[in-house]
């Protein structure tokens, strides 16, 4: 059951952002990061927590995980070290998926040509 929990919740976000670029003026880049404050948003609530042990890997894939990672490690480390921690933590737990978004995107600019 949990693999179509989860095949449902990545479904319900693609479709909530085809429909806002189809009927909105807004470009990817509005779309992805109201996904990631609706994220954030979510965790703070402690919302996204149970939407994870509902849907699994399902919830950890989309870009709404993002934002919610970046909220949930800002608020772990705060918590132990104030406001220093507010800001070291925001990073805490998305340091790997933006270190390899920027190695591989290093790489295939190696190999690939852009269009002009």
Do not use: E, R
């Not at 609530?45 to 909220?71: E, M, N, R």
């Not at 933590?89 to 978004?101: K, R, W």
């Amino acid at each position: 059951m949990i693999y179509v929990n989860a095949f449902l919740f990545c479904g319900i976000i693609c479709l909530i952002g085809q429909m806002i670029l189809d009927n909105t003026k807004l470009t990817p880049g509005h779309v992805t990061t109201i996904f990631v404050v609706v994220g954030a948003f979510l965790d703070t609530f402690s919302l996204y927590d149970k939407i994870i042990l509902w849907a699994g890997g399902g919830a950890l894939v989309p870009i709404t995980s993002f934002g919610h990672l970046l909220s949930h490690g800002a608020m772990d480390m705060a918590l132990d070290q104030g406001m220093m921690g507010l800001v070291m933590g925001m990073f805490n737990l998305t340091a790997s998926g933006i270190t390899s978004a920027i190695v591989f995107s290093f790489f295939l600019s190696l190999i690939f040509k852009p269009k002009d």
